[in-house]
Structures are given as C-alpha cells and as structure tokens.
Nanobody, 125 residues
Framework: QVQLVESGGGLVQPGGSLRLSCAAS????????IGWFRQAPGKEREGVSC????????HYVDYVKGRFTVSRDNAKNSAFIQMNSLKPEDTYVYSC??????????????????WGSGTQVTISS
C-alpha cells in the first residue's frame, strides 16, 4: 500500500522551530519529488516547498524562503522540512505528497499524488 505519513508537528512559540518528517511506505521515494503543503480549516491547500528526487535546487514559495529548508534521506525513504523563525501565521496542517518532478507549481496541474493525512503545526505564545 502506497502511503505517506507525516510527523513532528506540535505547539511552539513564535520564533521557534520544528522539523517535520514525511515517511514513505509501499514504494521507493527516491523515484519521486516530494512536495510540502499546508492547509487551514475551510481554506484551500497551499504549496510550501518541493524537493526533487536528486535533492538539488529545492523550490520554496516566497513566504517561507529563508526560514524553511527541505531535505530528504532516500535510504530512510523519508523527507523532511526544517521550519525556523516560525510565526503565528504558519499555523496549519502540513502534509506531503509525491510528484514526478518539482515544477514550481502546486496546483492540480502539478501532478501531486499520494497525500499524507498531515500533521498539525500551531504557533502560539
């Protein structure tokens, strides 16, 4: 069964950090790009970052550039997103998904699949 499972979310104070993990099972993650997304209740899901299968030139959306860093460990079939300098407006459910490559797009035409259920990130004092 193809599955992605996110973990590492939690409650942190503004300015804090979190590292989220995306663990794959049922397939080899190294054949795919991994996209990170976030979504608030009642809102559309938005793209955050994408890392290609070869771990080169990851893409970041403007509002996380310089604060978030994506990485992957294909030997562990896992991807990660390090989130620093967190702000209350970063409060979302974060999830990961696969794609054939990173295009800089995160809409339906970008071809992301195999969505995980997500992990809650709450930034609050």
């Amino acid at each position: 069964q193809v599955q992605l499972v996110e973990s590492g979310g939690g409650l942190v104070q503004p300015g804090g950090s979190l590292r989220l993990s995306c663990a794959a099972s049922g397939f080899n993650m190294d054949h795919y790009a991994i996209g990170w997304f976030r979504q608030a209740p009642g809102k559309e899901r938005e793209g955050v970052s994408c890392i290609g299968s070869s771990d080169t030139s990851p893409h970041y959306v403007d509002y996380v550039k310089g604060r978030f860093t994506v990485s992957r460990d294909n030997a562990k079939n896992s991807a990660f997103i390090q989130m620093n300098s967190l702000k209350p407006e970063d409060t979302y459910v974060y999830s990961c998904a696969t794609a054939l490559y990173c295009s800089g797009r995160y809409d339906k035409k970008a071809g992301f699949n195999n969505w995980g259920s997500g992990t809650q990130v709450t930034i609050s004092s």
